[in-house]
């Protein structure tokens, strides 16, 4: 059976009930789009925990070389990492009990979907979260 992404009214509801948003590949770099998406999304309102093994902090947040290091609660990780790269990343967030894992735009991983799902994790693929939220929960920055 073939993927599909949550339909639009659960995608609000998801980004609704975020609290944390652990963002996988988050570059340091102003420059670089991961990090315009999580400043926006932080702009919004939403939590950002930058996971980059190579910087201390991002965005006034303290950076984690991994999800398994982040000492509290994730709801939704949200990924920049190429596609080949996505399978680790459904096991760390499915090890530590996500709830959502988001793959961004461009990024689709079939196998590391379907993985995430059977754990009960909900899926979100190829979609910026920024977009979406900007879309679904139309409000002043």
């Known amino acids: 059976m073939a993927f599909e992404n949550p339909s639009r009214e659960r995608i609000k509801e998801i980004l609704a009930g975020a609290g944390n948003i652990a963002v996988v590949g988050l570059s340091d770099n102003p420059e670089r789009t991961s990090h315009m998406v999580a400043e926006a999304m932080q702009k919004r309102g939403y939590r950002i925990i930058p996971v980059n093994p190579n910087a201390q902090t991002i965005l006034g947040e303290k950076c ?3 999800l398994t290091d982040i000492p509290e609660p994730i709801d939704i990780v949200n990924v920049f990492r190429r596609s080949e790269h996505i399978m680790p990343v ?3 967030a499915i090890a530590i009990k996500a709830k959502v894992l988001w793959l961004q735009l461009g990024i689709v991983n079939e196998e590391a979907a379907a993985l995430a799902q059977q754990n009960g ?3 979100i693929m190829d979609r910026c979260i920024k977009v979406e939220d900007a879309i679904l929960n139309p409000r002043n920055a």
């Open 121 to 123: 994790l909900e899926v």
């Open 64 to 66: 984690y070389a991994s």
């Open 90 to 92: 459904a096991e760390e």
